[in-house]
């Protein structure tokens, strides 16, 4: 028998029961369907998380701090290391360690990221505000995928370069009560200005003694609601001689440390197996692409979970189309008997009984798919309409996607269903296919 007159003939025997075959379908539409809805909300969830984790967009960067893990705090005063000013067995960032850190395969850059100690209060006309000052040892901050809103990136010596909160942190000292405040500057009004840097340091008795640095701001930050929106970024050789002044002695970072390193891998699949081999060394290392890979294993669990709830409408389905098709076979007794009586074979029989329960299971499937890839709209849409206004109060991201369907669901599902009905009637038409034509001819 030719394929298509098998097709053919599933189809027309399929119409001659229409009522039967709609009600067994209906059972597939709605595991089927519960299959896609349910995946699509583990989906929808699982972008939305990471869609609106703050500052984990850079999933090649790595933070590395100096290691803790040989430290034992005990109950009372922990003893403090004069010279690194931390506890006795803390491992510290030293210029070797950079050179180690350099060396791991796959590792693209390696910088150095240093605090001041000192108090920074930074004046632009009458406004002020105390930014979080950053020494780096990189010429261009686009080497950190900063990217930048006005101005540049670039840091050249006695500039400066921005985060996006540090302008909205600006405020009036000399405000009175009452007395509306200014507006805070734009990055087109202070990019390209000069700034005055206060920076405070303390003497043993507590008088406070100032320095003021004159920069020039090159350039904003666009907003990546991460650590460096608070930021003020100046040249590592220049906060140096800030720090020495603030210390009143030279820094030797072999003997005292980094405040922390910042490495970037040449490929994300390359980051947590670089960070555990930094951790390996001692130190404590921390990447945002250990934490997406946690939040996705959740979330791949979760799938699993639903797309089992749905699995199992399915398979009271599969249980339908087996009773549907044993009572078919049983009706149709001596059609069967007369077929293999004209020539049919036993695989004839067979083809066309499997295809029977295999066009039930597709034509569920089909109706699955447009019911769950309806209803995902569906919710999508109420989500957007009703929940929107109530998912963040002060303001900010928005609520994400509640359901998303992948073009490979659909596709998953009308294959699965089509095969879930073709294995329910493989018993049954088993059955069909060995029957005695005799035996069938007189069946009653």
Same mark, same amino acid.
């Given at each position: 028998?030719?394929?298509?007159?098998?097709?053919?003939?599933?189809?027309?025997?399929?119409?001659?029961?229409?009522?039967?075959?709609?009600?067994?379908?209906?059972?597939?539409?709605?595991?089927? =369907?519960?299959?896609?809805?349910?995946?699509?909300?583990?989906?929808?969830?699982?972008?939305?998380?990471?869609?609106?984790?703050?500052?984990?967009?850079?999933?090649?960067?790595?933070?590395?701090?100096?290691?803790?893990?040989?430290?034992?705090?005990?109950?009372?005063?922990?003893?403090?290391?004069?010279?690194?000013?931390?506890?006795?067995?803390?491992?510290?960032?030293?210029?070797?360690?950079?050179?180690?850190?350099?060396?791991?395969?796959?590792?693209?850059?390696?910088?150095?990221?240093?605090?001041?100690?000192?108090?920074?209060?930074?004046?632009?006309?009458?406004?002020?505000?105390?930014?979080?000052?950053?020494?780096?040892?990189?010429?261009?901050?686009?080497?950190?995928?900063?990217?930048?809103?006005?101005?540049? *990136?670039?840091?050249?010596?006695?500039?400066?370069?921005?985060?996006?909160?540090?302008?909205?942190?600006?405020?009036?000292?000399?405000?009175?009560?009452?007395?509306?405040?200014?507006?805070?500057?734009?990055?087109?009004?202070?990019?390209?200005?000069?700034?005055?840097?206060?920076?405070?340091?303390?003497?043993?008795? +507590?008088?406070?003694? *100032?320095?003021?640095?004159?920069?020039?701001?090159?350039?904003?930050?666009?907003?990546?609601? =991460?650590?460096?929106?608070? =930021?003020?970024?100046?040249?590592?050789?220049?906060?140096?001689?800030?720090?020495?002044?603030?210390?009143?002695?030279?820094?030797?970072?072999?003997?005292?440390?980094?405040?922390?390193?910042?490495?970037?891998?040449?490929?994300?699949?390359?980051?947590?197996?670089?960070?555990?081999?930094?951790?390996?060394?001692?130190?404590?290392?921390?990447?945002?692409?250990?934490?997406?890979?946690?939040?996705?294993?959740?979330?791949?669990?979760?799938?699993?979970?639903?797309?089992?709830?749905?699995?199992?409408?399915?398979?009271?389905?599969?249980?339908?189309?087996?009773?549907?098709?044993?009572?078919?076979?049983?009706?149709?007794?001596?059609?069967?008997?007369?077929?293999?009586?004209? +020539?049919?074979?036993?695989?004839?029989?067979?083809?066309?009984?499997?295809?029977?329960?295999?066009?039930?299971?597709?034509?569920?499937?089909?109706?699955?798919?447009?019911?769950?890839?309806?209803?995902?709209?569906?919710?999508?849409?109420?989500?957007?309409?009703?929940?929107?206004?109530?998912?963040?109060?002060?303001?900010?991201?928005?609520?994400?996607?509640?359901?998303?369907?992948?073009?490979?669901?659909?596709?998953?599902?009308?294959?699965?269903?089509?095969?879930?009905?073709?294995?329910? +009637?493989?018993?049954?038409?088993?059955?069909?296919?060995?029957?005695?034509?005799?035996?069938?001819?007189?069946?009653?």
């Amino acid at each position: 028998m030719r394929f298509l007159d098998l097709v053919r003939l599933i189809f027309d025997n399929l119409g001659r029961r229409k009522g039967r075959v709609a009600l067994t379908a209906i059972g597939v539409v709605i595991g089927t =369907a519960s299959v896609i809805l349910l995946v699509s909300l583990a989906i929808g969830l699982q972008r939305s998380a990471t869609s609106q984790l703050w500052g984990i967009s850079d999933l090649k960067r790595i933070d590395v701090y100096p290691g803790w893990s040989e430290v034992n705090v005990g109950p009372g005063p922990v003893a403090v290391d004069p010279v690194t000013g931390m506890p006795p067995g803390v491992k510290i960032l030293t210029p070797k360690t950079v050179e180690e850190i350099r060396a791991m395969p796959g590792v693209a850059l390696v910088s150095i990221r240093q605090n001041l100690s000192g108090g920074a209060l930074l004046k632009y006309g009458k406004m002020e505000t105390w930014p979080w000052i950053q020494g780096v040892d990189v010429d261009d901050l686009s080497a950190y995928e900063y990217k930048a809103q006005v101005g540049t *990136t670039q840091l050249e010596r006695g500039t400066a370069v921005v985060g996006s909160w540090v302008l909205k942190n600006f405020y009036d000292p000399r405000l009175r009560p009452g007395q509306e405040p200014p507006p805070p500057p734009t990055p087109q009004d202070i990019v390209g200005q000069q700034v005055k840097l206060e920076i405070t340091k303390w003497t043993e008795d +507590g008088q406070a003694i *100032t320095r003021t640095v004159t920069l020039r701001i090159a350039g904003v930050l666009e907003e990546a609601r =991460a650590e460096q929106d608070n =930021a003020m970024f100046v040249r590592f050789d220049e906060l140096m001689k800030w720090e020495e002044w603030v210390r009143g002695k030279r820094v030797n970072f072999n003997k005292e440390g980094y405040n922390q390193l910042l490495v970037r891998a040449e490929d994300p699949s390359q980051v947590v197996d670089i960070a555990d081999q930094i951790n390996a060394l001692g130190y404590q290392a921390s990447t945002p692409q250990s934490f997406v890979e946690g939040i996705n294993s959740f979330f791949v669990v979760l799938q699993l979970v639903f797309g089992g709830i749905g699995a199992i409408s399915l398979l009271v389905a599969a249980i339908g189309i087996a009773n549907t098709m044993t009572m078919a076979i049983l009706e149709r007794t001596r059609e069967i008997g007369l077929m293999k009586a004209i +020539g049919a074979t036993n695989r004839d029989v067979l083809s066309i009984f499997l295809g029977e329960a295999a066009g039930i299971g597709l034509i569920g499937g089909i109706g699955g798919v447009i019911l769950g890839w309806g209803g995902s709209y569906a919710i999508n849409f109420l989500a957007t309409t009703f929940l929107a206004g109530q998912s963040n109060p002060y303001g900010g991201l928005g609520p994400g996607i509640a359901a998303a369907t992948p073009v490979w669901l659909p596709v998953f599902a009308l294959v699965f269903s089509t095969l879930v009905g073709l294995l329910s +009637g493989l018993y049954p038409s088993l059955q069909a296919a060995t029957l005695v034509p005799v035996n069938a001819l007189k069946y009653e």
